[in-house]
């Protein structure tokens, strides 16, 4: 069976300081990933997605990046992080058109 | 922009149905309906999802309008763990035949004892 592992559930770092946020996924290959952000009491919005190895579509311009260096592999960073950078932080994957599966997130506070 | 409208929360009792509306009205011809479910502080699960025929699993039922500007979705028996923030959502496609998920603010839907 599949499953998507996405590390550390939270995390406190000072502004200006980098961020890599890691996901990974298990049980299926060539996964579309995603990386979405949640604000507190608001829906999930799309930062990142990622249609296979090296290839990242980014939806909202801001601080952020990701990198997809293996078929299973998802990262998120940042080179300075900002006080608007605090938040939920959920990864994802999908086979296609169907359903998505998430992680249990991180939950980022920028002090 | 959410392309969809919820009531921000609702209440139902447990072992009752619980109703969830959900209002689409800008929704295009080959735009899915996705519902998930996001119990505080864990990552979104999903429910169902349906295209204009009404669908049901073992979690629950939806039901689209014949214009398909609407739906509704149930829990049949509603229990205690039932209660979460439930999203309506439409899709969008993207490049490479890959689909976004439009996500609104959802219901907060309370299942009380």
């Known amino acids: 069976s599949q499953t998507i592992h996405q590390w550390p559930a939270t995390l406190v770092q000072p502004v200006g300081s980098p961020l890599s946020l890691e996901c990974t996924v298990e049980?299926?290959?060539?996964?579309?990933l995603y990386w979405y952000r949640q604000a507190a009491g608001r829906g999930l919005q799309l930062l990142f997605y990622?249609?296979?190895?090296?290839?990242i579509s980014s939806e909202v311009p801001q601080n952020l990046s990701a990198s997809r260096p293996q078929d299973r592999q998802f990262i998120l960073s940042s080179k300075k992080l900002l006080l608007s950078d605090s938040g939920f932080y959920l990864c994802?994957?999908?086979?296609?058109?169907?359903?998505?599966?998430f992680g249990q997130g991180t939950r980022l506070t920028v002090v | 922009d959410a392309k969809t409208t919820q009531p921000p929360s609702m209440d139902c009792a447990e072992g009752r149905a619980a109703n969830l509306p959900c209002n689409h009205s800008?929704?295009?011809?080959?735009?899915?309906v996705y519902w998930y479910r996001q119990i505080h502080s864990q990552g979104p699960q999903y429910i169902i999802h349906?295209?204009?025929?009404?669908e049901t699993n073992e979690m629950a039922s939806l039901i689209i309008t014949e214009d398909r500007k609407s739906s509704t979705l149930i829990l049949p028996h509603a229990t205690l763990r039932d209660t979460a923030v439930y999203y309506c959502?439409?899709?969008?496609?993207?490049?490479?035949?890959?689909?976004?998920?439009?996500w609104g603010a959802g219901t907060k839907l309370i299942i009380k004892p």
């Open positions: 800008t929704i295009s011809g080959n735009e899915y």
């Open positions: 049980g299926t290959s060539n996964p579309n």
């Open positions: 994802a994957w999908s086979a296609g058109g169907s359903e998505a599966f």
């Open positions: 349906g295209l204009k025929n009404n």
């Open positions: 959502i439409v899709s969008r496609r993207l490049m490479d035949s890959n689909y976004q998920l439009i």
């Open positions: 990622s249609v296979g190895i090296g290839q």
